[in-house]
C-alpha cells in the first residue's frame, strides 16, 4: 500500500500538464519543474533518509512519508503556484524518504525472497503510476473538478495508505530499532566503490528515461493528434505493461535470464518503443507503448534489484540506496526539464526522443557492470 503511493501525486500532472500550463501561463518548462522537484527531493534528502530512520525507527518515518503527501496534496488545492510547487516538495520529500527506506525494510524482512519482494514493490509502483496516468482524466471530467481539486484527490490514497500502516508503528520490535540504527552508520569505502556507481548510474539513467518520458509522453501524443484522454490513457497504458514487466524481471533474474541479459533487454524494448514514436507516433502507439512499458518495467526492478543483491546486508542496503537515488534521481530530475526546454527551443518532439535514444547506451554499460555477482562490500 505504501509503495502504490510512491508515484500518482507524481504521475498526476502529466495528463493535465496542458490545462495546468494554459491556466496559470507558465512555459512548458515551468510545468515540467513539477516532475523535476520531487526528483531533485528524491537526490537531495536520500542521505538523510537512514538518519530519519534511525531517529523515528523504520515504521514510524514510513507513517511520516504518508503523512507528508497528505499534506502536500492538500497544499496544491490552494489558488496559487506557489502553493503548486510547495506543495509538490513536500510530496517530493516525503517520497524521497520512502524510496530509499523501503528496499531497506525488504533486505530486513524478507532476506531471502529478495526477488519476489522486489517483484511486488515494483508491480506496485507501476500500479500506482498506471492507476493516476488513466484516472486522473476521467475523474477531472465527470466531476467537473478544476485541476487544482484533481490532483488533491490523490491524497485520499495516500490517506487509506497512513490509516493501514498505522498499525505497524505499535508492533515495532527492538530488533527493527536497532537495525535502523545500525543502517544509519556510513558504510567505509562505499562511494569509492566502482560497483555502487553503476548500480547509481543504472538508477539515474533509467529513472531520467521513465519520468522524462511520463511528464511528456501526453503532450507528444496530444501534439500529434490524439485527443488529451485518449493521450492520458496510453501512459496508462504503457504504465500497465510495466507491471508485467517489472514483476516478471526480478522473479526470472538469476534463474532463466541473467540480470545483464534483462538490462539490455529492456534498453531494447525502450529503443523500440522511442523510435516508434519518433517515427509513426499516432498509427503504432499502442505498439510504442507496450514496448516502452515492458522496457520501463525491466528497468526500474533491476535498479532495485541492483541494491538488494549488491549488498550484503541491511545496512549496506540503506547505504547503497541512499547514494544510488541521491546522485540517481538528482541526475534524473534534469530530464524533464531539458527535453521541455529542447521542444520549447527547437518546437518538436524529434530532439527530445533522440536524447533519450542517446541515453540508452550507457544505461545499458552501467546495467552489465552492475550485473556482476559481487557485493559492494569487496565480497561474492
Known sequence: ???????????????????????????????????????????????????????????????????????????????????????????????????????????????????LMTGLYSMSLFGGAALAAGVTLPVRQAGDMTWRTTLACWGALALVALLVWLPQTRSRTRTAAATARAAAHPVRGLWRSPLAWQVTAYMGLQSLGYYAAAAWLPTLLTDAGTSPANAGWMLSFSSLLGIAGSFLAPVVAGRRIGTGTLAVLGAVLCALGFTGLLVAPVAGAYLWMVLLGLGQGVAISLALLFILHRAPDARHTAQLSSMAQCLGYTLAATGPAVLGAIHDASHTWTLPLIVLLVLLVPQIAAGLGASRPLHVAGRP
Open 1 to 115: 500500500m505504501l509503495a502504490l503511493n510512491l508515484r500518482p501525486a507524481l504521475v498526476a500532472v502529466s495528463p493535465l500538464a496542458d490545462t495546468i500550463r494554459v491556466d496559470s501561463g507558465m512555459s512548458a518548462a515551468s510545468v515540467s519543474l513539477l516532475t523535476a522537484l520531487p526528483l531533485l527531493c528524491f537526490g537531495l534528502l536520500a542521505p538523510l533518509a537512514p538518519r530519519i530512520g534511525r531517529l523515528l525507527g523504520t515504521e514510524r518515518a514510513l507513517l511520516a512519508t504518508m503523512a507528508l503527501v497528505c499534506a502536500g496534496t492538500a497544499l496544491r488545492m490552494l489558488d496559487s503556484v506557489l502553493a503548486l510547487f510547495a506543495g509538490t516538495l513536500v510530496i517530493g520529500a516525503g517520497i524521497a524518504v520512502a524510496n530509499v527506506l523501503l528496499p531497506g525494510l525488504i533486505k530486513r524482512d524478507f532476506p531471502t525472497r529478495t526477488g
